[in-house]
T-cell receptor, first 113, second 116 residues
């Protein structure tokens, strides 16, 4: 059972435009969500996170939105840059269920100049 | 600089051989994890350890073994029982198993294992 799903395996965006990456989850006990960025042959690096008590968190060009009723979160990148081209993973955890992170399948973002 | 070191970066294994992937951290983190990445399947949890001398199976533990004799080290052995071991293996750590606030996990740079 895939508790965290990223249904778009890939996304292509023009430089300067907005990139929107989506993530859906099924476990209503999840209370903390993170986005990681991964380049080929490297480990993922933390990008941004959001607690379930918030519906938005912003850090520079990156904003994460959380819609708890829809069990959906999204990552917005504005403006997109070629260096943003990477695989993006969303992850979720539930403190009262052990806290370990459950990852989605990843979305490969390609930002074209 | 604190971080996680995985070695080797590339590893080739013959059919029927056991191989051990190294993971060392100097972050003083209690919890450590092993993930496997395959194309289109994201990150799947193999084993995790909450504290020294303790570890639990993740979602795909068959054919793998681990040990946690020291806080800093969490080696993964890929045994001959693992039917499809070719993959990218990632080690991670976190301050505390139950709390993932902040950055969550810190990942190593990975080991690419290929069966030849």
């Amino acid at each position: 059972d895939q508790q965290v799903k990223q249904n778009s395996p890939s996304l292509s965006v023009q430089e300067g435009r907005i990139s929107i990456l989506n993530c859906d989850y099924t476990n209503s006990m999840f209370d903390y969500f993170l986005w990681y960025k991964k380049y080929p042959a490297e480990g993922p690096t933390f990008l941004i996170s959001i607690s379930s008590i918030k519906d938005k968190n912003e850090d520079g060009r990156f904003t994460v939105f959380l819609n708890k009723s829809a069990k959906h979160l999204s990552l917005h990148i504005v403006p997109s840059q070629p260096g943003d081209s990477a695989v993006y993973f969303c992850a979720a955890s539930a403190y009262n269920q052990g806290g370990k992170l459950i990852f989605g399948q990843g979305t490969e973002l390609s930002v074209k100049p | 600089d604190g971080g996680i070191t995985q070695s080797p970066k590339y590893l080739f294994r013959k059919e029927g051989q056991n191989v051990t992937l190294s993971c060392e951290q100097n972050l003083n983190h209690d919890a450590m994890y092993w993930y496997r990445q395959d194309p289109g399947q994201g990150l799947r949890l193999i084993y995790y350890s909450q504290i020294v001398n303790d570890f639990q199976k993740g979602d795909i533990a068959e054919g793998y073994s681990v040990s946690r004799e020291k806080k800093e080290s969490f080696p993964l052995t890929v045994t001959s029982a693992q039917k499809n071991p070719t993959a990218f293996y990632l080690c991670a750590s976190s301050i505390d198993f139950r709390r993932q606030e902040g950055n969550g996990y810190t990942f190593g740079s990975g080991t690419r294992l290929t069966v030849v």
